[in-house]
């Protein structure tokens, strides 16, 4: 059974960062497509990062967010610097068995339960 697990979420001032954890189980993910999605409340979710064989970001997430994977513990990471009251959401990981990284959530097989981040202004 797959499951992924978030952890690093939490409460930050604007200005702050956050180093959010993805860790993977129940199979090899290193030929897979790790992905972090958001969802603030009222809102769609939203893609913000994908690392597969090419990286993308959300244009709010450029210069500011850096997704990087560690392959050997089937971990992904989102490193988030100068959070914005805005970045406020539930961030959900995500995985593709395609190891072309793609912003569309429907692409994606598995999903994880989703940790808050909370940025205070």
């Known amino acids: 059974q797959v499951q992924l697990v978030e952890s690093g979420g939490g409460l930050v001032q604007a200005g702050g960062s956050l180093r959010l954890s993805c860790a993977g189980s129940?199979?090899?993910?290193?030929?897979?497509?790790m992905g972090w999605f958001r969802q603030a409340p009222g809102k769609e979710r939203e893609f913000v990062a994908a690392?597969?064989?090419?990286?993308l970001y959300a244009d709010s997430a450029k210069g500011r967010f850096s997704i990087s994977r560690d392959n050997a513990k089937n971990t992904v990471y989102l490193q988030m610097n100068s959070l914005k009251p805005e970045d406020t959401a539930v961030y959900y990981c995500a995985a593709d068995s395609s190891s072309f990284a793609s912003s569309r959530s429907a692409e994606y097989d598995y999903w994880g339960q989703g940790t808050q981040v909370t940025v205070s202004s």
């Open positions: 129940g199979r090899t993910f290193s030929s897979m497509t």
């Open positions: 690392h597969g064989w090419n990286i």
